[in-house]
């Protein structure tokens, strides 16, 4: 089961201080999660070299950058060209300390190396969605901003989620809710999707959250919405996001050097079983089975994990509800 509302994620609402009227005012208010915790796991140190892989409001990157002062530096990537944009606003102030790249985490290996960092000393992971595309309507990210159902980070590849919902039969659709939402009524949710798109299209955010709605037994009480685990389903698979998670945690290996920190944020179980098993095995290192006596793989320990997973205070959950969910786990990179 997911441990949160996944429409509800990553980053916080504009800061109070913010200007209502929006512009970098606001944009400047982002609150970054689990701000101190992620610097405090990370140690920059100055003139490290560190990457965000996944920059959103920018709120961590600029935090890192202050913590690496003087002559830090941090690669910054998000797939989502407006993320760029406006990381690139935020982070004016450090001149060439801030190299951005659009590109996914899923490209660290190559994007990395080409851009200079190739042995770095932290790479921090915010997995999920900033509050900006939530709110964006152009894309239906969440139903509470509405639009039509596209939900890429990069909107320059991949297919529309409202593609799939016209074109996967009944099965495939299930499937894919069971598998990526672990939503327990998949099967009557595809049910009525297929028999709703054969005299009316399912494009916008709105009518999937009212179809959901529709086909799901209301329950006594409810926290979140009906539609929360199909929204995250879509979203997931639209983006592949948790095969990019996997191939971004390995690169982490080629480009941390010894002593080097990984620091990963995830806000649901999907992503936080698979950061969780891949820091297990890497610090477990021997892979042989457990009726061997003595270790025949010689695979070596990679990483070392720099205790439990942490969450967000009660102050913090207070002053930013999207919080709520987010889970932290570090891992510090040791000689092979």
């Known amino acids: 089961m997911s441990f949160k509302d996944p429409l509800d994620e990553k980053s916080g609402a504009p800061h109070p201080a913010a200007s209502p009227e929006g512009g970098a005012e606001v944009e400047l208010g982002h609150l970054p999660v689990m701000a101190d915790e992620v610097i405090e796991t990370l140690a920059p140190r100055p003139g490290s070299l560190q990457i965000d892989a996944t920059l959103g409001g920018a709120g961590h990157a600029e935090r890192v950058l202050e913590a690496s002062s003087p002559g830090g530096r941090l690669l910054g990537l998000d797939a989502d060209e407006a993320a760029i944009a406006r990381s690139a606003r935020r982070l004016a102030r450090f001149g060439d300390r801030a190299v951005l790249r659009r590109a996914n985490f899923g490209e660290l290996a190559e994007v990395a190396p080409a851009a200079g960092f190739g042995q770095v000393d932290g790479l921090l992971l915010d997995l999920g969605l900033s509050s900006f595309q939530l709110a964006d309507v152009e894309r239906g990210f969440g139903f509470r901003a509405g639009g039509r159902l596209d939900m890429r980070f990069d909107t320059s590849r991949g297919r529309p989620a409202a593609d799939l919902l016209a074109t996967m039969d009944q099965n495939e659709l299930a499937a894919l809710f069971r598998r990526f939402g672990e939503e327990p009524f998949a099967g009557r949710i595809a049910r009525t999707i297929v028999e709703t798109r054969s005299h009316s299209p399912v494009e916008t955010a709105e009518q999937l959250a009212a179809l959901v709605e529709r086909a799901v037994p ?18 997931i698979a639209v983006n592949d996001e948790l095969a990019a ?28 079983r698979i950061v969780k098993r ?6 477990r290192g021997c892979v042989c089975p457990p009726q061997v006596p003595i270790c025949v793989c010689g695979r ?11 969450t967000p205070s009660a102050g913090e959950i207070a002053a930013n509800p999207r919080s709520r969910s987010a889970r932290l786990r570090g891992a510090e990179r040791i000689a092979a």
């Open 245 to 272: 998670l996997e191939v971004g945690l390995a690169s982490s290996l080629v480009l941390l050097r010894p002593g080097g920190r990984l620091v990963v944020l995830s806000y649901h179980s999907l992503e936080d």
């Open 278 to 283: 891949f820091i297990a095995a890497e610090q």
């Open 300 to 310: 070596n320990p990679n990483l070392r994990s720099l205790g439990k997973s942490r």
């Open 218 to 235: 209301a329950p006594k009480a409810r926290r979140t919405h009906p539609a929360t685990r199909v929204f995250q389903a879509l979203r």
